[in-house]
């Protein structure tokens, strides 16, 4: 596994489509001000990482006043 910083990149801009030709996967694309990544995604990824994303979600503080 690669080395992880200790700060995160802003997604600036995402994506979601499934290949014509391959119709059993998901490709997630990504854009950060560092360029843009896209996943292939199987079903079950696609579905444990949307159930992760809504519980972590939901269990976020709300945003800071200026």
């Known amino acids: ?3 992880r910083s200790t700060s995160a990149d802003f997604v600036t ?3 979601t489509g499934w290949p014509e030709n391959q119709p059993e996967i ?3 694309s990504l ?3 560092n360029g ?3 996943f292939a995604l199987n079903r079950e990824q696609a579905l444990l990482i949307a159930k992760t994303m ?3 979600a ?3 503080a709300k945003p ?3």
Do not use: N, Y
């Open 13 to 15: 801009a995402f994506a």
């Open 26 to 28: 998901m490709v997630l």
């Open 31 to 33: 854009t950060t001000h």
């Open 36 to 38: 843009a990544q896209d």
């Open 54 to 56: 809504k519980e972590t």
């Open 64 to 66: 800071k006043s200026s």
């Open 1 to 3: 596994m690669t080395k």
């Open 58 to 60: 939901a269990r976020l």
